[in-house]
């Protein structure tokens, strides 16, 4: 018994050390996930761990992010599998201005003729391909999409019977956002967040040269309002933000509860705000 309880914490630490390198490289970004109903009218159509929203409606589709450059194939294969098609998306909208949830915007907007929408942070660097972005600009990190429409905190877009509400959370990026819908199920209105969350990248500066005038203010604002959103499903731009893996596994059958988690959200707020206070102490320090 005790050895064999050697050889598995033995065989656990190899495991991780091996795995460690691969850790960092972002092989989720690419992996292959089977798109699946969240609930209602939203489905996920996304990789293993770069989120991508299909909303629909009875006169075509919202789609909300991309993954990387190559991601096309892979989100229509999604979409199809689940009995809709990309060329009904109408609209394309997306949570964060950066290269691993837009790369493939312009392409699928040739593809379908979709207008793609934008918040009025976001939309100058989705117009150059990231290189006015104040943090990882400098060069095109993603090929360059045109927005057709300006988007605004509190705003209802509304898409054939399809409704969602534009809320605005800079930070992460100038024009960061989310989406909030209501879905009925089973007699049930659900509150429903497409959360884009207050994440830090390395080396960002907060308020000491800050990587943009005004970013901490932003955070702090963003967290405070998501803090005081009631939520019933939540879901985000990263699948390992939200639990996907620990919510949904391959094969699973749908149920409008599969996703539903208050507390996940709201201590996953909390745990960002803390890092971010750490920074800001950090910073001042
Ligand atoms: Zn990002």
Do not use: C
Not at 99 to 124: N, S, Y
């Amino acid at each position: 018994m005790r050895t064999d309880l050697r050889r598995l914490v033995v065989a656990t630490v190899l495991a991780l050390v091996v795995a460690a390198p691969l850790a960092a490289q972002p092989d989720g970004w690419t992996r292959p996930f089977p798109g699946h109903r969240v609930i209602g009218n939203l489905y996920a159509v996304g990789t293993y761990d770069l989120a991508v929203f299909l909303v629909t409606s009875d006169e075509g589709h919202f789609l909300i992010n991309t993954g990387l450059e190559d991601s096309t194939a892979l989100i229509r294969e999604n979409i199809e599998s689940l009995g809709f098609r990309l060329e009904d998306v109408r609209v394309l909208l997306q949570m964060q201005a950066h290269w691993d949830h837009t790369a493939a915007l312009a392409e699928i907007k040739e593809m379908t003729g979709a207008e793609m929408w934008a918040t009025a942070g976001d939309a100058p660097v989705l117009e150059d391909g990231g290189f006015s972005d104040p943090h990882f600009g400098g060069r095109e990190s993603f090929p360059p999409v045109e927005v057709d429409r300006i988007i605004a905190d509190g705003e209802v877009l509304e898409l054939g019977d399809a409704r969602l509400t534009v809320m605005e959370s800079p930070g992460h990026t100038e024009g960061s956002s989310s989406y909030l819908m209501t879905v009925e199920e089973n007699g049930r209105e659900y509150r429903v967040a497409i959360a884009n969350m207050g994440t830090i990248n390395p080396g960002k500066r907060l308020v000491v040269d800050p990587t943009y005038p005004g970013v901490a203010d932003d955070f702090a604002e963003t967290f405070r309002r998501q803090k005081a959103l009631e939520v019933d499903v939540w879901v985000a731009a990263h699948g390992g933000q939200y639990g996907l893996h620990d919510k949904f596994e391959r094969g699973q059958a749908y149920h409008p509860d599969t996703f539903v988690d208050p507390d996940g959200f709201l201590a996953a707020v909390e745990r960002l705000e803390n890092l971010y206070l750490e920074q800001l102490a950090e910073e001042r320090r």
